[in-house]
Nanobody, 120 residues
């Protein structure tokens, strides 16, 4: 079983920045894709960003140009640098992993989530 622990959420003003971190532990040998989903109140779950072991990235349309995903394979850790935050970005952000290179069709592990609140 993979364990995922997120950190870095909090309250930020619109236009500001936050960096989220997620450390994976346990059964980590099969992990390929790491990334982030988010769930805002009254909205469906949205894939924010994905990064494969080889470094290939994929971003949701709503965050392209503002968010950057990265990872440290040696530490089994993924990061999400969020810039130019908007009130619409207020959501619970979940760290996710899968054995494949994409998170759009399959997610094997979920973190507990970390709250990001963007004030206007």
């Amino acid at each position: 079983q993979v364990q995922l622990v997120e950190s870095g959420g909090g309250l930020v003003q619109a236009g500001g920045s936050l960096t989220l971190s997620c450390a994976a532990s346990g059964s980590i040998f099969s992990i390929n894709a790491m990334g982030w989903y988010r769930r805002a109140p009254g909205k469906q779950r949205e894939l924010v960003a994905t990064i494969s072991t080889g470094g290939s990235t994929d971003y949701g349309d709503s965050v392209k140009g503002r968010f950057t995903i990265s990872r440290d394979n040696a530490k089994n850790t993924v990061y999400l640098q969020m810039n130019s935050l908007k009130p619409e970005g207020t959501a619970v952000y979940y760290c996710v992993v899968d054995w494949g290179e994409s998170l759009r069709y399959s997610v094997r592990g979920w973190g507990q989530g970390t709250q990001v609140t963007v004030s206007s």
